[in-house]
T-cell receptor, first 112, second 113 residues
Framework: KAGVTQTPRYLIKTRGQQVTLSCSPI?????VSWYQQTPGQGLQFLFE???????NKGNFPGRFSGRQFSNSRSEMNVSTLELGDSALYLC???????????FGPGTRLTVT | AQSVTQPDIHITVSEGASLELRCNYS??????LFWYVQSPGQGLQLLLK??????LVQGIKGFEAEFKRSQSSFNLRKPSVHWSDAAEYFC???????????FGTGTRLQVFP
């Protein structure tokens, strides 16, 4: 079974721009979660989607948003990029609640 | 509030030596606990998990962890470390089930030949 895939792997954007990151979960997994990883703040939960509905949300500003499609693929969007948004964005999938999460390789976003 | 503490930022061991990475959590209910490993530039790989039952859990790559409720700990152990184990290790607790993970700050493991 293929693992979690994330595209693109690397991205360079300019302050003020917006960006969309994509995540394809493991086949059959319905839950997709997003995390931000930075050297200063570590790994922080962004949000989680299940069956196209956002179920949980972390403490991030409204510039961070996401969605999930009927095939469980998910996208996250960051608008009006700031330098501090530079990070590794990780996506994780699981079959349902109460199951372990499997992580993708991440998208490395650099904001200049 | 839920939290995870990994007291050791950096640990260095010799190849073949035993290893124990510490993890303490704060969580009101019965926690879901996880250990993940991350190699440079990579995502997170699940080593093992504890949901309930036997408090000593076995994972991949020869790792094990023991859940101790009285100490709020979930320490990771390996009897003999290999050079390929050099990586960063993260302990996590699942809040609201396992849908939302709260991670510790990680422990970077360096292995000397």
């Amino acid at each position: 079974k293929a693992g979690v895939t994330q595209t693109p792997r690397y991205l360079i954007k300019t302050r003020g721009q917006q960006v969309t990151l994509s995540c394809s979960p493991i086949s059959g997994h319905r839950s997709v979660s997003w995390y931000q990883q930075t050297p200063g703040q570590g790994l922080q939960f962004l949000f989680e989607y299940f069956s196209e509905t956002q179920r949980n949300k972390g403490n991030f500003p409204g510039r961070f948003s996401g969605r999930q499609f009927s095939n469980s693929r998910s996208e996250m969007n960051v608008s009006t990029l700031e330098l501090g948004d530079s990070a590794l964005y990780l996506c994780a999938s699981s079959p349902d609640t109460d199951y372990e999460q499997y992580f993708g390789p991440g998208t490395r976003l650099t904001v200049t | 509030a839920q939290s995870v503490t990994q007291p050791d930022i950096h640990i260095t061991v010799s190849e073949g030596a035993s290893l124990e990475l510490r993890c303490n959590y704060s969580y009101g209910a019965t926690p879901y606990l996880f250990w993940y490993v991350q190699s440079p530039g990579q995502g997170l790989q699940l080593l093992l998990k504890y949901f309930s039952g036997d408090t000593l859990v076995q994972g991949i790559k020869g790792f094990e962890a023991e859940f101790k409720r009285s100490q709020s700990s979930f320490n990771l152990r390996k009897p003999s470390v290999h050079w390929s184990d050099a990586a960063e290790y993260f302990c996590a607790v699942g809040a609201l089930g396992a849908d939302k993970l709260i991670f510790g700050t990680g422990t970077r493991l360096q292995v000397f030949p």
